[in-house]
T-cell receptor, first 113, second 116 residues
Framework: LAKTTQPISMDSYEGQEVNITCSHNNIATNDYITWYQQFPSQGPRFIIQGYKTKVTNEVASLFIPADRKSSTLSLPRVSLSDTAVYYCLVGDPFSGGYNKLIFGAGTRLAVHP | GAVVSQHPSRVICKSGTSVKIECRSLDFQATTMFWYRQFPKQSLMLMATSNEGSKATYEQGVEKDKFLINHASLTLSTLTVTSAHPEDSSFYIC????????????FGEGSWLTVV
């Protein structure tokens, strides 16, 4: 299972773009990269998932370089409500190994007025 | 996205009693569900993997006789904390793999257990 490394915390201000980078140097060929957001006392919420290059949805973009050893979650124009913990996870959704979705420490993002 | 619902969201029980937490996938079938626990300001810790129609697979250090998991249907898994003690007080979260929706894993809202 690929281990991930993220910054422990980040600070930003309302309206700014926030980029959170995750390192996963030993990512396997079949692994996908998935990001979750968690607010206090709530379960993690799926944000975005990708395999390579760039993926964009209505809330975020995910940039994955060619070597796939890292990925960057981009949150455009954050607001106070984006203050949360963000987790990066890697795994193969189509194999039994994906069962072990192991969470790291995550990145605590604080958005200030 | 897919919806996973947990019930109850909060429960208080007396020490020595048992409490059951339900996890339901509302708009998809889930052959595999997962149970986590989370202490304040810490990350999620995987407790066990629940497979429909078979026994759960527990992570090392998790007592299977204390945390009973049943996955009797494709949309329901239950976690029963038996003979609960104050140290079992925690935030319990389930998740389910949405087969047919890219196998993405979606999480429930979580359940706070307080043992007094």
């Amino acid at each position: 299972l690929a281990k991930t490394t993220q910054p422990i915390s980040m600070d930003s201000y309302e309206g700014q773009e926030v980029n959170i980078t995750c390192s996963h140097n030993n990512i396997a060929t079949n692994d996908y990269i998935t990001w979750y957001q968690q607010f206090p006392s709530q379960g993690p919420r799926f944000i975005i998932q990708g395999y390579k290059t760039k993926v964009t949805n209505e809330v975020a973009s995910l940039f994955i370089p060619a070597d796939r050893k890292s990925s960057t979650l981009s949150l455009p124009r954050v607001s106070l409500s984006d203050t949360a913990v963000y987790y990066c996870l890697v795994g193969d959704p189509f194999s039994g190994g994906y069962n072990k979705l192991i969470f790291g420490a995550g990145t605590r993002l604080a958005v200030h007025p | 996205g897919a919806v996973v619902s947990q019930h109850p969201s909060r429960v208080i029980c007396k020490s020595g009693t048992s409490v059951k937490i339900e996890c339901r996938s509302l708009d998809f079938q889930a052959t595999t569900m997962f149970w986590y626990r989370q202490f304040p300001k810490q990350s999620l810790m995987l407790m066990a993997t629940s497979n429909e129609g078979s026994k759960a697979t527990y992570e090392q250090g998790v007592e299977k006789d204390k945390f009973l998991i049943n996955h009797a249907s494709l949309t329901l898994s239950t976690l029963t904390v038996t003979s609960a003690h104050p140290e079992d007080s925690s935030f319990y979260i389930c998740s389910a793999r949405a087969t047919g929706k890219g196998n993405t894993i979606y999480f429930g809202e979580g359940s706070w257990l307080t043992v007094v």
